[in-house]
């Protein structure tokens, strides 16, 4: 059973940088996606790994900003240059119905519980 759970979050100033970790146990040959949710906003990925690590994706809106790697058992979110409109909840999850990096959510099957970031002088 894959099992997912993020850390990292917490309380940031504009400019400011935090790191995510997600934290995989079990199987976790899978291509990484984070997602974000802001108040009263949809979900949306914000970035994606693939499960060598080769190839990584980004929404417009973080790139440039935001890195995200990987190593055998972890994936990072490195979050650099930080704005208010990046306050939401943050969640990892596990792309376990497609061979490569999705930004559909439907294709992700296992999901952590979530950690917030609030980005705020």
């Known amino acids: 059973q894959l099992q997912l759970v993020e850390s990292g979050g917490g309380l940031a100033q504009p400019g400011g940088s935090l790191r995510l970790s997600c934290a995989a146990s079990g199987f976790t040959y899978y291509p990484i996606g984070w997602f974000r949710q802001p108040p009263g906003k949809e979900r949306e990925e914000v970035s994606c790994?693939?499960?060598?690590?080769?190839i990584t994706n980004y929404a417009d809106s973080v790139k440039g900003r935001f890195t995200i790697s990987r190593d055998k058992n972890t994936v990072y979110l490195q979050m650099n240059s930080l704005k208010p409109e990046d306050t939401a909840v943050y969640y990892c999850?596990?792309?376990?119905?497609?061979?490569?990096?999705?930004?559909?959510?439907?294709?992700?099957?296992?999901w952590g519980q979530g950690t917030q970031v609030t980005v705020s002088s």
């Open positions: 999850a596990a792309n376990t119905r497609a061979p490569s990096c999705s930004v559909y959510p439907a294709d992700f099957g296992s």
């Open positions: 790994i693939s499960s060598s690590g080769g």
